[in-house]
């Protein structure tokens, strides 16, 4: 107590002055709308500060949740889509035609190892055998093709991506229909290159390309690239065309796991013709 006096005692001067600020600045305040409006704008704009921080902050640790949820939602809209398309098949005569790209539905996955650095890259997604993961399953995400299933375990599955230089994939041009195949030289995880394209076919920069539907991994027309050089040598027969790919595989996390129904009876099929 007696400290605390002598506390007051020695700033008794510089405490009276405080308070003289203090009081001035409250009759400032009340008789003066624009200083008013002042403070307490920028009173308000701290408060609304500390809440978008807040709330940037809340939002972040839930970031993988709504990516998963997001991830859940979009698989079972393909799915519901699929399944429309199938009752309207059912509700037309279609005179012995049918609509063979209906046969699929999707399985999520996210990916948890990736490699885009060597010559045969590989991905490592959280789906296996007892989520009805089999060999040979294509594999999908938002932005395009990404690969086929190669081994599958209990839990866990590895994906062959594009960018692996044992890939090959079926593609055609949006613009003609016309069939090329899809390959990677091991270079560059951005590019690939697109084969056996004909010499007498128009290939320009900008032209797109997507899956051609002609095996039962992928359906037809889901996205996979877009030309960015066609080159044709004086007496060539074939195109060497180099292709931007659509899916940015260092920014890979979830994926669709493509399974279509009549997958083994096809490729018992196809075995026993080869």
């Known amino acids: 107590m007696r400290s605390l006096l002598k506390f007051i005692q020695r700033y008794s001067n510089f405490l009276v002055f405080i ?50 949820a997001l991830e859940a939602e979009n698989t079972a809209l393909r799915n ?17 035609y049918t609509y063979s790209h209906l046969d699929y539905t999707y399985i999520p996955a996210k990916v948890i190892q990736a490699t885009t650095n060597k010559h045969n890259n590989y991905l490592t997604i959280n789906k296996g055998k007892r989520d009805g993961v089999y060999e040979g399953m294509g594999v999908r995400n ?32 949006v613009k003609n229909g016309y069939w090329g195949t899809l390959e990677w030289d091991g270079s560059n995880y951005q590019y690939a290159q697109l084969i056996d394209v004909a010499s007498h076919l128009s290939v320009e920069p900008g032209d797109t390309i997507v899956t051609s539907g002609l095996s039962p991994i992928f359906p037809a027309d889901i996205p996979v690239a877009i030309v960015e050089k066609a080159e044709l040598k004086e007496g060539a027969s074939y195109y060497s065309i180099r292709v931007r790919l659509n899916t940015d595989f260092r920014k890979i996390g979830y994926v669709q796991l493509i399974n279509k129904q009549s997958y083994d009876e096809i490729k018992s099929l196809t075995d026993e013709a080869n």
């Open 142 to 173: 938002a932005e395009g093709v990404v690969g086929i299933v190669s081994t599958v375990g209990e839990k866990y599955s590895i994906v062959l991506p594009v960018i692996n230089t044992n890939s090959h994939i079926s593609c055609k041009f």
């Open 19 to 68: 308070n003289l600020e203090v009081v001035a600045f409250l009759f400032l305040l009340s008789y003066n709308e624009y200083p008013k409006s002042s403070v307490l704008s920028t009173a308000n704009q701290v408060v609304a500060w500390n809440y978008k921080m807040g709330n940037n902050i809340s939002s972040y640790f839930h970031l993988k949740a709504t990516n998963e």
């Open 80 to 96: 519901q889509i699929i399944a429309l398309q199938n009752q309207l098949e059912d509700s037309i005569e279609l005179s012995g």
